[in-house]
């Protein structure tokens, strides 16, 4: 029976290991959808995205410059084809802001509080753009012992459909945790 057995195990492995054409694993695959790679930071569960993402220097998601604060967002394709160039409009939603502010605990932050770019475009070939959410430091400092809510979203993308479930973060600036 132990023969019979091995015997046909070899011969299921001979099959799936000549299967398997050379190269399969670098032709093009997936589905080509535009979306915030920060909204996924916690497994796309609550698209719930901590500044700063914990303690320790290799766990900051921010630089501080001079006068500002730079939150890291970016834009990414999914799927492996090469693709063709994009631009996507970056918007912020006032009504999910004020949701997440009362979920959280947070308060939503102000206008005067930040810049964000109004679009942000992705090079042909290239899969992703990184831009920044920019915190005026000095507006920052006057609301220590709070956290700021921001939802920032993806719109209007020239050539590829945006991924609905990972369209928007919710940024939530822990301004004591920042060490200004």
Known sequence: MRKIIFSLMSVISLFALVSCAKGDGD????VEKVYIPQAMADGGISNVYNVPSGEGEYTYNFAIEAETVEVFLGVMRSGKQAGQAFSVDVVVNDETSAAQAAKLGAEVMDASIYTLPEKVSVAAGSNSKTFHLSLNKAALKAQAGKKLVLCVGLANCTAYEINPKA??????????ALNL
């Open 27 to 30: 032709k093009d695959y997936g």
């Open 167 to 176: 369209a928007e973060v919710t940024v939530l600036v822990n301004v004591d």
